[in-house]
């Protein structure tokens, strides 16, 4: 478990994490409305050299950056309504494709999301402070001890 105290200590553990990313790799970023996803996502994108703004893909429901060290595929899923939304749009593509993926409410199309992933769970605890747990699922490599 990893305690932050600012949105910036939330994004410099995101900008971490990219360090490691590689191609095919899926990050699913857990927590309540609030919690922090989106800055960590944001740190996540600096962490690649993605130097724009990267605003959370609520309405769009993904958003795709490809001027970092590997593309980038940001998805909420917040407003899925049926999983084969996911399928329909196409999505399915960018998720297994070439860049590195960060899935916001995953838990609404789980079929989707591969066994191999990285679970990113963020709780806040009040107003700047967030308790955020790295859970490597399905041999996924590296978890809290690879960022640290």
Known sequence: ???THSAEATRALGAKLAQ????GDVVLLQGDLGAGKSEFARGVARGLGISGPVPSPSFTILNAYDEGRIPL???DWY????PDEIGEMGFEEQLHGNGA???EWSEQAP?????RALAVRIRALDENTREITLEPLGGFPFGEEKIL
Not at 20 to 23: G, V
Not at 111 to 115: K, V
């Open 101 to 103: 993926s960060l899935v």
């Open 73 to 75: 595929y940001h998805f």
């Open 1 to 3: 478990m990893i305690i």
């Open 20 to 23: 490691s990313l590689q191609a």
């Open 79 to 82: 407003r899925i309504h049926d």
């Open 111 to 115: 079929e989707y999301i591969p066994d």
